[in-house]
């Protein structure tokens, strides 16, 4: 696998970096737009990265860091389509695992669109199980929510 450049998107990070970060995240999730505003204040709340291959941006992170009594955080990983399949999303995935236990999480979940079957099937492979199915404000969209077991 080519050694991924990976730069840590900040609450301090410049446009450039935020519309990369934007740019994969609503390829990957079109039902889920994000305005540049959005991905800033997120910067400055969450762990974000950004993922290049070979100087070609192919990938990007969240870590939602620990909340609530159960210490549970939200972590994902995102491929651009191109891309799957040679272990990018592993890599990912797992930086964003190591971030969240860092932060103190002892709960980790991520959250998957139905139609995603590449990423359910990725989740579940990294032993996340399903654990609510739901749609927002009428949106015909599903969402799956998992927890990683044990
Ligand atoms: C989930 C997602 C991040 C996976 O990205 P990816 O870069 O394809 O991930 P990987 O390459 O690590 O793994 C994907 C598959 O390729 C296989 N693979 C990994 N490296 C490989 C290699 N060098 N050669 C062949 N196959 C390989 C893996 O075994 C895995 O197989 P599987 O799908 O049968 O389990 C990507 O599909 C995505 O962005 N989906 C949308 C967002 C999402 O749903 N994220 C999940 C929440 S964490």
Known sequence: MTALDIQHVDGAAGDEQLEAWRYVHNTIIP??????????ERAARNHLELAYADGELIGNSTVRPPAGADATAMVAARVLAAHRG?????????????????????????????SNEDGLRFAERHGFVQTDRYQLD????????LRLAG
């Open 138 to 145: 009428g949106d015909p969209t599903w969402w799956i929510d």
């Open 86 to 114: 040679r272990g990018h999303g592993g890599h990912l995935y797992e930086r964003a695992l190591l971030k969240a236990r860092e932060l103190g999480a002892r709960v980790i979940e991520t959250c998957v669109l139905e």
């Open 31 to 40: 039902a889920h737009v994000l305005s540049l505003a959005d991905v800033r």
